[in-house]
């Protein structure tokens, strides 16, 4: 690390999110040099090359990865045990994704019961790199042991208002599992785009991939782009969630398949940012094959369990049309063998146990999410004022908007996810998302300045138990960590609230 942040706190270890238990031990780096080599086998083999493609891109040059341990110095060990070994400090033994790290003179060796575990080990171990004096790289002496509190730790990005490649998607792909996120959540659909081939309706890419807010450029991804996203998630430990937003924010459906209106007129493209005036019809014939259609296809093409189908702002529907409607888009999902996620909404219409809910807007009223939850349901928790960070963290920002206020860094870092849904059993929490919507989010520098250092701050949220969170603590490490992004080409916000 180049910057002065870490050179400036060598007591402090730049591990974001929290792990439960870390010590910093005596003694200089472990050298990182011609010596360095991964070694993976069996299960553990799967991570070999995510963690050799990281440090090599670190040091600048190539790291191999070997399936024997020649017990030489240099070997970075990434090791399957059973659970025990890899205790992150729970009574009820390792949830999945805890992990070891210890890094001592000769060797880094990480430990999990399961992949995801190593993959995590695998972020606190690129986190503990540092630029040692003569100009080259070791690792940090530590020993760390660690383990999730949510399951659910999630990134939402907005493709549809504007549209953000799969080179940016990537990017992002890479800063989520720096911070021990586990699901990526793509909003591909709405009033101004459709961001998604399918291949039993082309029309709604080929007529409404081209549009955008404002007139701006659109895109889509094919099926084979899909396919390369959730490749490169896996390999980070990142499930791709999906979502078509249904029965509204619907315009581009509409405006490529007139029949779905009921005159069947349709209606022109829209490149405005208001919400809430689109909508399906139930009583048009088109619209239960369109629904079954769509979601079939976008199954298919999805690896992971979990089919987000929207659910929100549909405001010009009646609360009757409205359950029948989600009542058609659920009876698909379960069709095509996946769990429903939906925001908030979703909670008034029927659903499948085990359906996750996502909270946004906590200005209204929750306790339909409650009383989905006591039925079944799992709760994500998206509080607009904490976790949408395409508000502005300050007034004066350039970019973003500002209907839930502003967001700064401790805003989004001092909130306790079990307190958003008042009456929630704390067993439906499933866990926590960041979300980025791109009204008036353009670039890629602009996505990642809105992201840091915000989003680091949701992660710890998402990940460390309450008792290892305080804001003196994160800003501390955060601006310990910063360095890494200058070093990685990221652009981030130097939030006033953090002494950088
Ligand atoms: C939302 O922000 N409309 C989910």
Redesign the pocket.
């Known amino acids: 690390m180049s910057g002065p942040g870490a050179a400036a706190r060598p007591d402090v270890l730049p591990l974001v999110p929290a792990p439960r238990r870390a010590v910093a031990t005596p003694g200089d780096p472990l050298h990182l040099g011609a010596a360095t080599r991964v070694v993976a086998a069996g299960g553990a083999a799967a991570v070999g090359p995510l963690v050799a493609g990281r440090l090599g891109a670190r040091l600048g040059r190539e790291v191999p990865v070997r399936a024997d341990d020649d017990g030489r110095p240099g070997a970075v060990v990434l090791r399957l045990v059973p659970g025990p070994a890899a205790d992150g400090g729970t009574d009820a033994g390792d949830p999945p994704g805890a992990y070891r790290v210890t890094v001592d003179g000769a060797r880094a060796v990480v430990e999990a019961a399961d992949a995801d575990g190593l993959r995590h080990g695998a972020a606190t171990l690129d986190q503990l790199v540092v630029r040692t004096p003569d100009g080259g790289a070791g690792l940090r002496r530590a020993e760390v042991a660690d383990a999730p509190r949510f399951g659910w730790r999630g990134l939402h990005l907005d493709v549809a208002r504007h549209f953000h490649d799969a080179a940016t998607v990537r990017a992002l792909l890479d800063v989520a599992w720096s911070l021990r996120l586990n699901r990526l959540h793509l909003h591909l659909t709405d009033d101004q785009g459709w961001r998604i081939e399918v291949p039993s309706r082309p029309r709604l890419t080929e007529v409404s991939g081209a549009t955008a807010v404002d007139g701006d450029p659109g895109g889509f991804f094919t099926v084979a782009d899909l396919a390369a996203i959730q490749a490169y998630g896996a390999e980070r430990g990142i499930t791709v969630v999906p979502e078509i937003d249904l029965p509204g924010h619907v315009n581009a459906a509409l405006h490529a398949y007139p029949e779905l209106t009921p005159d069947g007129a349709g209606v022109p493209p829209y490149t405005g940012i208001e919400?809430g005036f689109s909508r399906l019809h139930a009583d048009v014939p088109a619209t239960a094959a369109f629904v079954r259609d769509v979601l079939a296809d976008v199954a298919a093409m999805t690896e992971g369990p979990y089919l987000h189908v929207g659910g929100?702002?549909a405001l010009t529907l009646e609360a009757d049309e409205y359950a029948r409607l989600v009542a058609i888009v659920a009876e698909e999902v379960r069709r095509a063998g996946k769990t429903l996620v939906g925001?908030q909404e979703v909670a008034r219409a029927r659903l499948a146990p085990g359906s996750l809910v996502q909270v946004?807007d906590d200005r209204e009223d929750l306790s339909a999410v409650a009383d989905a939850a006591r039925r079944g349901a799992r709760v994500i928790l998206s509080p607009a004022r904490r976790t949408y960070l395409d508000q502005k963290p300050h007034a004066g920002f350039p970019v973003g908007l500002d209907w839930a206020g502003t967001v700064e860094l401790r805003d989004a870092y001092e909130w306790e996810p079990a307190d958003v849904v008042p009456g929630l059993p704390p067993a439906a929490v499933a866990g926590v998302e960041a979300a980025l919507?791109t009204e008036t989010i353009r670039t890629r520098d602009e996505v990642l300045t809105m992201l840091l250092p915000r989003l680091a701050a949701v992660a710890e949220v998402a990940w460390s138990e309450p008792g290892r969170r305080s804001w003196p603590d994160f800003a501390a490490r955060v601006a310990a960590l910063a360095p890494t992004w200058d070093e990685a080409g990221l652009p981030w916000y130097r939030s006033p609230q953090v002494d950088w």
């Open positions: 919400v929100d702002e925001w946004w919507w």
